[in-house]
Antibody, heavy 120, light 107 residues
């Protein structure tokens, strides 16, 4: 069973860039069968889909973040990454990576999540 | 963006009860809907996809129905481990969007 694990800083200053990495436990990142997404959840609020990447490197972003977000992947390391710039307090949230089965937009499994706080 | 609205926002129920949660989309999404369960401090878990297909390993007491704009998640006989927050999610168009969640509490 594949496992996903997020890693990155827990605290970032306003206006800086957040960099998170998701490590995938098997070779499915390179299989061409899945899409790979980032999703976040501010405390007590609904989930927000940020964007996704396919094995080919093709990306789709949430238009609300399109000017600030970059998702990339490194199949040799079994990792995909999120960069979000120009951070504000509104970006404080739990950040999850997740696998999108068949590209249909259903997420399973998810990583355990990592809390990112944006604060001076 | 497609807006997803769940009702109720919270519900109290007892072990063994049957519970139904509703999700409404702001426009038709066919059957492109998923349901997730989230427990405190944990990531969401996929329960239902394609509006009514049960994810592998999910107990059969969970079921989903609906199409177009109106959907339901039903738990036929509540067990203690079912008390959690449930989210619907549309997968019809980008950006993918989620409902605000329904908290299922023990009465």
């Amino acid at each position: 069973q594949v496992h996903l694990q997020e890693s990155g800083p827990g605290l970032v200053k306003p206006s800086q860039t957040l960099s998170l990495t998701c490590s995938v436990s098997d070779d499915s990142l390179n299989s061409g069968r899945y899409f790979w997404s980032w999703i976040r959840q501010p405390a007590g609020k609904r989930l927000e889909w940020l964007g996704r990447i396919y094995t080919s490197g093709s990306v789709t972003y949430n238009p609300s973040l399109e000017s600030r977000i970059t998702i990339s992947l490194d199949t040799s390391k079994r990792q995909f990454s999120l960069k979000l710039n120009s951070l504000t307090a509104a970006d404080t949230a739990f950040y999850y990576c997740a696998r999108d089965r068949d590209g249909r937009g259903y997420f399973d499994p998810w990583g355990q999540g990592t809390l990112v706080s944006v604060s001076p | 963006d497609i807006q997803m609205t769940q009702s109720p926002s919270s519900v109290s129920a007892s072990i063994g009860d049957r519970v139904t949660i509703t999700c409404r989309a702001s426009q038709s999404i066919g059957n492109a809907l998923a349901w997730y369960q989230q427990k405190p401090g944990k990531a969401p878990k996929l329960l239902i996809y394609g509006a009514s297909s049960l994810q592998s390993g999910v107990p059969s007491r969970f079921s989903g129905s609906g199409s177009g704009t109106d959907f339901t998640l039903t738990v036929s006989s509540l067990k203690p481990e079912d008390f959690a927050t449930y989210y619907c999610q549309q997968a019809k168009t980008f950006p993918i969007t989620f409902g605000q969640g329904t908290r299922l509490e023990i009465k």
